[in-house]
């Protein structure tokens, strides 16, 4: 069974806090994304990344930075988290071979307070 | 921008009945559209995708159409169950980027 798989399902942490998201994913994928959700606004990209050390912003990079030392893991990072940030957090994977289906993980749910 | 706009917001259906979700799109290179499906507490999965040189795709009760040239795909649900109640995403990828609606929320009455 293929797996995307988040380190949390729930957060809560302080303003300004450094906030560390990490997703794995076990199908040798080349691309990983991370979006948010939010009512009314669907998912939204933050980041992606083709490769290892490889990134690129996607429609709402601000605030937030990424990391992908290794093909299977993508790291979000939330330098000083504020409270707009709270969110669900879904971390996806794609391969460049083949099948086009995005794999995503479970969510992480954050809460800023 | 929204790239893909989906419509409508929220859907209230009896079981039984037939639940329609339609998405438009303006990028003519997209070349793969998925529909996705989120139950409470998970991440979305996919449920049924179609790509532009054919006009429908069916798999049990979820069938797609497609309208290429009105730039137009719908989701329909025939025989709509309770556990078909969840949350709906379109999308619309060209290479490696999706580009996904903003989602349906669809509870089936019993």
């Known amino acids: 069974d293929v797996k995307v798989t988040q380190s949390s399902r729930y957060l809560v942490k302080r303003t300004g806090e450094k906030v560390f998201l990490e997703c794995v994913q076990d199908m040798d994928h080349e691309n990983m994304f991370w979006y948010r959700q939010d009512p009314g606004l669907g998912l939204r990209l933050i980041y992606f990344?083709?490769?290892?050390?490889?990134?690129e912003k996607g429609d709402i990079p601000e605030g937030y930075s990424v990391s992908r030392e290794k093909k299977e893991r993508f790291s979000l990072i939330l330098e000083s988290a504020s409270t707009n940030q709270t969110s669900m957090y879904l971390c996806?994977?794609?391969?460049?071979?083949?099948?086009?289906?995005?794999?995503f993980g479970q969510g992480t749910r954050l809460t800023v307070v | 921008q929204q790239q893909v706009k989906q419509s409508p917001q929220s859907l209230i259906v009896q079981k039984g009945g037939i639940s329609i979700i339609n998405c438009a799109y303006e990028n003519t290179a997209f070349d793969y559209f998925p529909w996705y499906q989120q139950f409470p507490g998970k991440g979305p999965a996919l449920l049924i995708a179609?790509?532009?040189?054919?006009s429908e795709k069916k798999e049990g009760r979820f069938t797609i159409s497609f309208n290429k040239s009105a730039k137009q795909f719908s989701l329909h649900i025939m025989d709509s169950q309770p556990g078909d109640s969840a949350t709906y995403f379109c999308?619309?990828?060209?290479?490696?980027?999706?580009?996904f609606g903003t989602g349906t929320s669809l509870t089936v009455i019993p």
């Open positions: 179609i790509r532009p040189d054919v």
């Open positions: 996806a994977s794609t391969s460049t071979r083949g099948i086009t289906e995005a794999f």
């Open positions: 999308a619309a990828s060209s290479g490696n980027q999706f580009y």
């Open positions: 990344s083709y490769d290892v050390k490889m990134k």
